[in-house]
């Protein structure tokens, strides 16, 4: 089945108003399709991060649409977008964005016990914590599940920020610039790391400046003036092919 789980359709995104209005996108288009890797490159402000909150439904476009399995997001209203949000889409960020006060394992399952709320979360919490420490083990951080952030390198932190975006089972991964903080062998791990994840199925869009990331994916595309053009070639041919 090749028919894209995600599509960007004419996206048009402005900040600010008048004179001190920014174009971002002006008609950018695109489709996730099930189990690529997908890396949208884009130099710095070309719009990498606004297009991946639009597409995780995190933001909205000024214009166009934004379907999930043909399903437009924008006219998803209260809880199914809620849902879809929450279910759908794991977020990985640059700075990792992890709770300072809580423990790796905290860190992960914290999502989980929101998704489930206060009744679920009883039923729920004793598998939860076996999946979330089974992620953090697979993840390399066996060791480190009683550690807050302060305590870990970044490239740790990364790690359980990627735990944490996949013990929801998302079905599209969308990472920011997840090696943008990292030095370049730490970055080459979560590199090794994205790519094993997606060799199991997982579905990946990444954003980055990082050429050496956006080389490793099936496809590439480049937001360039607001719109995003196709690269002719990709290092790797999608699984399956
Ligand atoms: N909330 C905001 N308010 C005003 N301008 C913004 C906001 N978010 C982003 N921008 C501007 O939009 C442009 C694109 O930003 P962004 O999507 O973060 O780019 P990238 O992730 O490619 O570096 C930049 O010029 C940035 O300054
Ligand atoms: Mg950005």
């Known amino acids: 089945m090749n028919e894209p789980l995600l599509q960007a359709i004419d996206v048009h995104k402005s900040y600010g108003r008048a004179h001190t209005l920014v174009?971002?996108?002006?008609?950018?288009?695109?489709?996730?399709?099930?189990?690529?890797?997908?890396?949208?490159?884009?130099?710095?402000?070309?719009?990498?991060?606004?297009?991946?909150?639009?597409?995780?439904?995190?933001?909205?476009?000024?214009?166009?649409?934004?379907?999930?399995?043909?399903?437009n997001i924008g006219k998803m209203w209260g809880g199914r977008l809620d849902v879809v949000r929450n279910r759908v889409f794991g977020f990985v960020f640059q700075f990792y964005h992890l709770l300072k006060e809580f423990t790796?394992?905290?860190?992960?399952?914290?999502?989980?016990?929101?998704?489930?709320?206060?009744?679920?979360?009883?039923?729920?919490?004793?598998?939860?914590?076996?999946?979330?420490?089974?992620?953090l083990e697979r993840l390399g951080l066996g060791e480190?599940?009683?550690?807050?952030?302060?305590?870990?390198?970044?490239?740790?932190?990364?790690?359980?920020?990627?735990?944490?975006?996949?013990?929801?089972?998302?079905?599209?991964?969308?990472?920011?610039?997840?090696?943008?903080?990292?030095?370049?062998?730490?970055?080459?791990g979560i590199i090794d790391l994205l790519l094993e994840l997606n060799r199991e199925g997982q579905t990946m869009v990444v954003v980055t400046h990082d050429q050496d990331l956006a080389s490793m994916a099936h496809r590439k595309v480049t937001i360039t003036e607001g719109s995003i053009e196709s690269d002719p070639k990709a290092a790797h041919s999608p699984k399956g092919a």
């Open 23 to 71: 174009k971002v996108l002006h008609g950018a288009s695109l489709d996730v399709r099930r189990e690529e890797f997908l890396a949208v490159a884009g130099s710095s402000g070309a719009g990498k991060s606004t297009l991946l909150h639009i597409l995780g439904g995190l933001d909205t476009p000024d214009s166009g649409d934004v379907l999930y399995k043909g399903e």
């Open 104 to 135: 790796a394992l905290e860190n992960v399952v914290m999502p989980q016990m929101v998704r489930y709320g206060p009744v679920g979360w009883l039923a729920a919490r004793r598998k939860t914590r076996r999946e979330a420490l089974d992620l």
């Open 144 to 188: 480190r599940t009683t550690h807050r952030p302060s305590e870990l390198s970044g490239g740790e932190q990364q790690r359980v920020a990627i735990a944490r975006a996949l013990a929801g089972s998302p079905e599209i991964l969308l990472c920011d610039e997840p090696t943008g903080n990292l030095d370049a062998r730490t970055g080459a």
